[in-house]
């Protein structure tokens, strides 16, 4: 959904609330995509705060599907988003896009509200995303997810016991 600017920014002090929908069905994050189960509109504010700068605060609630990070099953995940960003309308495009990294939502004097929501959720994803803490994960000889029982193969290398203390390496792999 887009937002036009130009109306807002002829007035300081000007404020306009409006309620959008989310427009996107899924999202991606480092190369995968997500669906999302359930969204609610974006409650949008936006501040003309005098000097050709904005205000912008949004909050909405969604959940996305993303899979558990040993089983790979789908795990309804909660984002709850309430944030606010300032936005410098003096500045051009092309300065503008090296002060928000990668993910651009204002062009010209329209605001991207799907590209704003999708940058705060970039910003919040979960550095683990589990099924259960205890989730035994797949079986790394025959790929049977090991919540449900045991298949018998002999993993002595791979005790899935172990996957704890292995999620801890990666973390520290990670820094
Ligand atoms: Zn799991
Ligand atoms: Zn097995």
Redo the contacts with the bound molecule.
Sequence with gaps: MQIHLSDILSKEGKVVEQQVDFEKEELSFSGDTYRILEKTPVNLRITNQGNQELLLEASMNLKLAIPCGRCLKDVETCFCLDFSREADMKISDEERQEQLDENNYIAGYELDVDALIADEIVLQWPMKVLCKEDCKGL?A??G?NLNTGE???D?TVLDPRMAAFLDIFEQFKEV
């Design positions: 079986c000889v025959c049977k298949c018998g193969c993993r």
